[in-house]
């Protein structure tokens, strides 16, 4: 499947608890679009202090870079094709500027990062896939 990832950096003075509402707000808006822009999956990661060595003695296997972005958001699509040719609809253009308009808001956008992928599953559960 084709991804968008974003890596998010807030903006510069919102508490993270502020960030954390206008994202959920702005998650329940990405889903009401769900539809009008065909996304597949809408998934976001909020980063996390590395787990402590247990008293087993099992190690991590690698040290964890510090990760110097607020949390991470992943869109995915069918494929690019689909991704392309739905941003040539009218419906498509007015949800995604509304979109970008609200992430302005809380988003640092010159200090996040967007790039695309696309993810080859190794593995996975049946229950993991989207319907």
Known sequence: MFKMIMLVKKKKGLSREAFLRHWQAHS???????EVLRIRRYT???????????????????TPSSFDWDA????????????LQVRATQAARQALARLHADERTFV???????WFG??????????????
């Not at 329940?28 to 769900?34: E, G, I």
């Not at 640092?108 to 967007?114: G, I, N, T, Y």
């Open 28 to 34: 329940a808006s990405v889903m009401a679009y769900r």
């Open 44 to 62: 976001k990661t909020l980063p996390v202090a590395a787990p402590q060595e247990h008293a087993s003695g099992l190690a991590i296997q690698r």
């Open 72 to 83: 991470m958001g992943e869109i995915w699509y069918d494929s690019q094709a689909d991704f």
């Open 108 to 114: 640092d956008m010159e200090a996040s990062v967007l």
């Open 118 to 131: 696309e993810e080859t599953a190794v593995i996975w559960h049946e229950s993991d896939c989207p319907r």
